[in-house]
C-alpha cells in the first residue's frame, strides 16, 4: 500500500485509479498540472555575449 499523493489516503496497488485514491484525486492533479502548480526546473540560459573560451 501507497498514500494517495493527493489526500494521503493509502491505497493498494493495482487499484483502478492508482496511484491515486479515487477520480476526486486523480482529477485534482490534473488540474494542478494543467494550472501550472508543477514545474519541472530549468537551468537558466546564459547572459548573452561572447563565449567564455574566446580570447579577445
Do not use: H, Q
Amino acid at each position: 500500500m501507497i498514500k494517495c499523493p493527493i489526500c494521503k489516503t493509502p491505497v493498494e496497488i493495482g487499484a483502478p485509479d492508482f496511484p491515486f485514491c479515487g477520480e476526486r484525486c486523480r482529477l485534482i492533479d490534473l488540474g494542478n498540472w494543467a494550472s501550472e502548480e508543477y514545474r519541472i526546473p530549468v537551468a537558466p540560459a546564459p547572459p548573452p555575449g561572447k563565449p567564455e573560451d574566446e580570447e579577445e
